[in-house]
């Protein structure tokens, strides 16, 4: 699912819709004007639907997204521009030059997901956008623009938490009831949550250094996988995992299993990073590897790399699991565990 699911959600919907339609309803039956003041100088205006719309914007990290969701959860209109094959080609997202591209784009891509959902902006309620975690230099390009149209369009602005999105988007293709517990893995962040609520979450784990995603970039890049055509347009991720496809000898290289001792249900790709790096030096050193050639073992490396990322989270997702039945946080009859984000594909 394209990353606009992150504005896409009943966090963004819920509550507000339900505060809307009930004051029209109420402006239907008395014959009265509408005005609702949301805390600003001035009367904000909305359209004269009881179903409520909200525009959301996306732009926490190299993708500029727009989507327009109505208060039952079904999306009318979306866009979306990708920054990916310009980063590639800069081995990595520069965030400077993620900021430019979403200045240059955003403005298009709002208008072309009112232009699909049929809409003007004028029918629109509310605006949302990421507000955090993300890039800075790419949130307040999104954060700005949000910000011009709620002044311009009098409609009030709401702030969104995209990885909170990310747990609650499942709840609009399927139904899961509260609570539930889910894990998050993204390319910047990665956490273990108990979902109370739309607006509750018991926060049980977090990363405390690099991500699932940022590792995988960052591995894949030094071992210049990019080099090899069949993965010159692939991201970190997806290029280790299509190498670790290839591997004849997964378990080739060790890796130890980071943080046992620890009793809590953090998550860390620092020790991870390391281990890898001192795997290619010492296969470089062994193989006389120079400039942009790639070390023999490249595949079985990679399978390495996943197969300890992956026994990683496990193992904090375990705790995490005992955790959660040990103090009767999910019900004993409907116990649901909801694993989200790109790099689910590793």
Avoid: W
Avoid at 214 to 231: G, I, T, V
């Amino acid at each position: 699912m394209m990353q606009i699911e992150t504005i896409v959600c009943y966090r963004i919907c819920r509550q507000f819709m339900h505060h809307v339609v009930r004051r029209r309803i109420q402006h239907v039956r008395l014959g009265s004007s509408l005005k609702i003041a949301m805390n600003f100088m001035y009367h904000r205006r909305y359209s004269s639907k009881v179903t409520g719309i909200v525009l959301g914007i996306e732009t926490s990290c190299d993708d500029t997204g727009c989507a327009i969701v109505d208060s039952n959860g079904k999306i009318l209109g979306e866009a979306l521009n990708s920054q990916q094959q310009i980063h590639l080609n800069h081995g990595g997202i520069i965030p400077p030059i993620a900021r430019d591209l979403h200045k240059q784009h955003i403005e298009h891509v709002v208008h072309d997901a009112l232009r699909i959902a049929s809409i003007e902006l004028s029918d629109v309620d509310a605006i949302a956008t990421t507000v955090k975690p993300g890039l800075p230099l790419s949130l307040v390009v999104g954060m700005n623009y949000g910000k011009h149209l709620s002044r311009t369009s009098g409609k009030p602005l709401i702030p969104v938490h995209h990885m909170e999105a990310h747990a609650l988007t499942i709840r609009m293709v399927q139904k899961v009831d509260f609570p539930f517990l889910v894990l998050l893995i993204s390319g910047g962040h990665c956490l273990l949550a108990v979902v109370q609520a739309v607006d509750k979450f018991l926060l049980l784990g977090q990363s405390l250094d690099d991500a699932p995603g940022e590792a995988f970039d960052k591995a894949a890049r030094r071992l210049k996988l990019r080099n090899l055509p069949e993965f010159r347009t692939l991201s970190g991720g997806r290029a280790i995992e299509l190498a670790a496809s290839k591997s004849t000898d997964p378990q080739a290289f060790e890796f130890p299993m980071v943080m046992a001792q620890y009793r809590d249900c953090n998550f860390s790709m620092a020790g991870i990073k390391n281990c890898v790096r001192r795997h290619i030096l010492q296969q470089e050193k062994l193989h006389g590897v120079e400039g942009d050639e790639l070390i023999p073992d490249v595949f079985n490396l990679c399978a390495g790399i996943q197969m300890a990322v992956t026994r990683h989270l496990c193992q904090r997702l375990q705790r995490g699991m005992e955790f959660v039945t040990l103090q009767n946080l999910l019900p004993r009859d409907n116990k649901t565990l909801v694993c989200i984000s790109e790099c689910m594909f590793n």
